[in-house]
């Protein structure tokens, strides 16, 4: 569909590199959205190797073998482009759904076909519930594991933020934020709605949602119990 891609297009350098390289470059840099602000890349949500990293855990599903998926988003999206452009527009602050002719959409395209061998590939499920008003508290001990592990790589560590992304609150700070936008709400049933929901939720934010796919119940509990400790 593509065989050279301008490097350029994204401010990389001039020279003429394959489509599927300059996709996988772009797949891990911010500036796929042409919002300064931005600072999320698609691999801030998304693993893209054949075994994810048991180390992290991502609100996006892994995209390998992605490409060809009879639907994305839960099915809720039918075409591959709407589905990256829901995430551009909806994380990323780009400024409109992305073009079917622009470049850096055809080179991310080339790329996670590249490295997509099934065709076709069954579509992921995807659970979101209207509404979370609680969870049952865990175990703190395995709530450190899952702030490292799903929260850290934005957020930083908890208090100081060290190795956060920048643009991104410390988490104590977008809660402190969130509660002054609804000052009567409860802090833990803010926080299970604002990790269900992400931005959704209607109190700011650009948070990426994790469904119950990708965060049990469990360890969510876990988690809020760490940060309550």
Request: net charge negative; hydrophobic share 40%.
């Amino acid at each position: 569909m593509l065989a050279l891609a301008l490097a350029a297009a994204a401010g990389c350098s001039d020279k003429l590199v394959p489509a599927a390289e300059f996709g996988e470059q772009i797949f891990a840099d911010p500036r796929l959205s042409e919002n300064p602000d931005n600072p999320f890349s698609c691999a801030t949500c998304h693993a893209a190797a054949p075994e994810s990293d048991p180390g992290r855990i991502l609100p996006g599903y892994n995209l390998y073998d992605s490409a060809f998926r009879a639907s994305w988003w839960g099915g809720f999206e039918a075409e591959y482009l709407d589905a990256v452009s829901f995430c551009y527009t909806s994380f990323m602050h780009g400024p409109a759904a992305l073009e079917p002719d622009d470049p850096k959409a055809m080179a991310l395209y080339e790329y996670l076909a590249s490295i997509s061998p099934t065709r076709p590939a069954p579509a992921k499920p995807l659970t979101f519930t209207r509404y979370v008003l609680t969870v049952a508290p865990g175990d703190p001990a395995r709530g450190e594991q899952v702030y490292t592990a799903a929260c850290a790589s934005c957020h930083g560590a908890l208090g100081t933020g060290e190795g956060k992304l920048l643009r991104v609150p410390r988490l104590p700070d977008a809660i402190a934020v969130a509660l002054r936008k609804l000052p009567s709400a409860d802090p833990v049933a803010l926080i299970v709605e604002k990790v269900r929901h992400g931005q959704f939720w209607g109190v700011g934010g650009m948070s990426p949602p994790f469904s119950r796919e990708v965060l049990s119940d469990e360890d969510l509990g876990a988690v809020i119990t760490y940060l309550g400790r």
